[in-house]
Nanobody, 120 residues
Framework: QVQLVESGGGLVQPGGSLRLSCAAS????????MRWYRQAPGKERELVAFIGSGSSTNYPDSVKGRFTISRDSAKKTIFLQMNSLKPEDTAVYLC??????????????WGRGTQVTVSS
């Protein structure tokens, strides 16, 4: 069975940095695309970044110039480097992926999420 596991969240001061990781595991033939979303209480889920095979994303204005997505294909892992963090970046950050599995074919999967809190 396929799993996505996020890590790297925590409490950080405004202006600080965090690096999130999302590792995929299980019966995986290939990964078409992986994404980072975030969701704060009472707010819509927001697509933060995505990366496919050799492609990246146009980041939304809310994170542009501060966040960077990257991929380690051999390890089936993506990262989200977050710099110059602001209190409004506080949210649960969720990993999402379109994965081609050996048994079920292409399916979409979600991780559980990791909490990022930016506060003094």
């Amino acid at each position: 069975q396929v799993q996505l596991v996020e890590s790297g969240g925590g409490l950080v001061q405004p202006g600080g940095s965090l690096r999130l990781s999302c590792a995929a595991s299980g019966s995986i033939r290939s990964i078409a695309i992986m994404r980072w979303y975030r969701q704060a209480p009472g707010k819509e889920r927001e697509l933060v970044a995505f990366i496919g095979s050799g492609s990246s994303t146009n980041y939304p204005d809310s994170v542009k110039g501060r966040f960077t997505i990257s991929r380690d294909s051999a390890k089936k892992t993506i990262f989200l480097q977050m710099n110059s963090l602001k209190p409004e970046d506080t949210a649960v950050y969720l990993c999402n992926a379109d994965i081609d599995t050996y048994v079920l074919g292409v399916r979409n999967y979600w991780g559980r999420g990791t909490q990022v809190t930016v506060s003094s």
